[in-house]
């Protein structure tokens, strides 16, 4: 699937141990984008953080490594994006969900 040089990024942050129906919430937005047809979706670890909460989570040596943050993020198509932002809205709950518009830069392909 071919994603346009102007595009909107959905990246969604929440929780490690952030469930939806004992589903890893992360892994529910993933699937979720495949079934969807959204171009493609990350799921990056993240190894400090704190939130709502205000209550910082570490992995560090010697300290309680639990519910470290988790960030989805997916690019696509503006008209793709949106709707798909409203639709994982209500599986959220504390977490964010940011849209912001990208630029897609690839390298030429070479023949």
Request: net charge negative; charged share 20%; proline share 5%.
């Amino acid at each position: 699937m071919s994603i346009r040089p102007n595009a909107l990024r959905l990246t969604v942050v929440v929780g490690e141990s952030d469930t939806w129906h004992h589903r890893p919430l992360h892994s529910e937005i993933v699937h979720r984008a495949h079934a969807a047809g959204l171009a493609g979706a990350s799921v990056f670890h993240g190894v400090e953080g704190f939130g709502a909460s205000s209550v910082v989570h570490t992995s560090r040596l010697l300290s309680l490594s639990e519910d470290l943050p988790v960030a989805v993020v997916i690019v696509d198509a503006e008209e793709r994006v949106r709707p798909f932002a409203a639709e994982i809205r209500e599986l959220v709950g504390s977490g964010l969900v940011l849209l912001d518009a990208v630029e897609v830069v690839r390298p030429e392909a070479t023949a």
